[in-house]
């Protein structure tokens, strides 16, 4: 059955990751979470001791970093040979992430290594700027949002999952401050491609969302190859 690439853009909270994960699960899809990539770089500044606003000094540490992606069923991120999947989630992390990620060659660098994992198809990726930037050419390009209160509520969730508790209010005002730097930044900042389906996913359940996505998949492989890859996607 032929492979597309899948990109999935949107802001914090928008359950982009959690389809995305799913979608390529069912699929038997990789799984590309390039936000993943921007907090590698940023916790390896973090524990050099680095300022993030010293955009040489990222620079430099980011040309001398070797981040790889490992989907085992679950995705790992080893950052120069160590597994660092948690330590990227860490709230100094989130908080440093937007700047880090708005220098230009921090972005090239990581685009470059995203279009060479990517072009093998077969994949789905999520972040901000994969329709717009990475893969302006993805056969399916999906731009997901939400009510900035939902988008907080399953944040201040997911934080308090691993045990950090936030007043709503706090998790609202920290949404919207990397909403901001995110969407106006000047290299390639978040913005939905102009053939991006949109969906709003307020109300709907994870697996709502998914079945959506792979309806679109569906519709897309069906129209290229007919009745066999509708029976395909099926079975799956
Ligand atoms: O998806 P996330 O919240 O883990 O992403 C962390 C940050 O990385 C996000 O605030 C902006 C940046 N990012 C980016 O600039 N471009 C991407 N393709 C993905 C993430």
Not at 71 to 76: F, H, S, T
């Amino acid at each position: 059955m032929r492979k597309i690439l899948i990109a999935i853009d949107g802001p914090a909270g928008s359950g982009k990751s959690t389809t995305a994960k799913l979608v390529a699960r069912r699929l038997g899809y990789v799984y590309i979470d390039t936000g993943a990539m921007y907090r590698a770089v940023t916790l390896k500044v973090l524990s050099c001791g680095i300022d993030a606003a010293d955009e040489t000094a990222v620079v430099e540490l980011t040309k001398a970093t070797k981040i790889s992606l490992v989907d085992g069923g679950e995705l790992r991120v080893i950052l120069d040979g160590a597994d660092v999947t948690d330590a990227i989630r860490s709230e100094d992390v989130t908080r440093n992430v937007s700047l880090v990620s708005s220098y230009a060659t921090v972005r090239e660098l990581m685009v470059a290594r995203q279009r060479e994992i990517g072009s093998a198809k077969g994949c789905v990726m999520d972040g901000r700027d994969i329709g717009t930037v990475v893969f302006p050419e993805a056969e399916l390009k999906f731009y997901i949002v939400a009510d900035i209160m939902e988008r907080a509520r399953r944040r201040q969730e997911e934080l308090s999952d691993n045990g950090v508790e936030l007043p709503i209010h706090q998790v609202v005002k920290d949404l919207k401050e990397r909403d901001r730097k995110d969407s106006t930044r000047s290299s390639s900042p978040l913005r939905k491609a102009d053939d991006a389906i949109e969906l709003d996913t307020t109300k709907l359940t994870i697996e709502e969302q998914v079945e959506i996505v792979l309806n679109y998949v569906q519709d897309i492989i069906v129209g290229s190859e007919g009745s066999v890859g509708k029976e395909e996607m099926q079975r799956k």
